[in-house]
């Protein structure tokens, strides 16, 4: 039986809730302002550039939100693996492990956080 945090969609919560809102903003932003009453080809023109501002608008907060939300879930995930190995070497420093062997494990912690920070 797979886990279903596995099987789920990429995208998670941005391939739902960013479209939705993208659609919701810029239609907003033409009734508005249609409602102003602009009329003929300059008017449209106005309406056109003022949709624009909002979807510029839109999709700066969209990526800040994003940004945010991305960074805040690299930190939890961070800090999940950092109490893991934390709990990983405190259960293999009471095995009894020869010296050589602890060695060759820094050696190799060494190698795979400096190929990490290039």
């Known amino acids: 039986m797979q ?3 596995l099987t789920r969609r990429p995208g998670g ?3 739902v809730l960013l479209p939705i809102g993208f659609v919701a903003t810029s239609g907003l932003a033409l009734i508005l302002l249609n409602v102003l009453g602009l009329s003929g080809p300059s008017g449209w023109l106005r309406v056109g550039g003022g949709a624009l501002m909002c979807l510029l608008a839109g999709w700066m907060a969209s990526a800040l939100w994003s940004r945010s939300y991305w960074h805040r879930s690299m930190a939890r995930q961070v800090a999940t693996w950092r109490r893991i190995t ?4 405190g259960w293999v420093e009471d095995l ?3 010296t050589e062997a602890l060695n060759q494990l820094k050696i190799s912690l060494e190698e795979a956080v400096s190929a990490e920070s290039v």
């Open 3 to 5: 886990d279903s945090r």
């Open 13 to 15: 919560p941005n391939g």
């Open 86 to 89: 934390d709990a990983i070497f």
């Open 96 to 98: 009894p492990v020869s």
